[in-house]
Nanobody
Framework: QVQLVESGGGLVQAGGSLRLSCAAS????????MGWFRQALGKEREFVGG????????YYKDSVKGRFTISRDNAKNTVYLQMNSLEPEDTAVYYC??????????????????WGQGTQVTVSS
């Protein structure tokens, strides 16, 4: 089992920034690809961005490109989501997820085996 705990959510004004953290309780964190997803009220959970295994390359949902940045610190077993220029449309519960298998640049929820409890991000206009 992999335990994931998100933190860093909160209320921010449009144009502001937040950094979400996801702490993973695993033995070999570097063997997991990590992803961030979000679920707005009344909507399905959707992919936000991910970071791959080997080279640590990142990929994102189109609407957050240039605004959001994913990084990981394998020594701390932590993945981050830096969110800049936040918009009200970014309001959602944000979830951290982990996987060991699947294709590179996967945006598929089913590829992710482990999930955190989520952290609320609210962006006011």
């Amino acid at each position: 089992q992999v335990q994931l705990v998100e933190s860093g959510g909160g209320l921010v004004q449009a144009g502001g920034s937040l950094r979400l953290s996801c702490a993973a309780s695993v033995r070999t964190f570097s063997t997991y690809a990590m992803g961030w997803f979000r679920q707005a009220l009344g909507k399905e959970r959707e992919f936000v961005g991910g970071i791959n295994w080997s080279d640590g390359s990142t990929y994102y949902k189109d609407s957050v490109k240039g605004r959001f940045t994913i990084s990981r610190d394998n020594a701390k077993n932590t993945v981050y989501l830096q969110m800049n220029s936040l918009e009200p449309e970014d309001t959602a519960v944000y979830y951290c997820a982990a996987r060991r298998y699947g294709v590179r640049n996967s945006k598929n929820l089913d590829d992710y085996n482990y999930w955190g409890q989520g952290t609320q991000v609210t962006v006011s206009s």
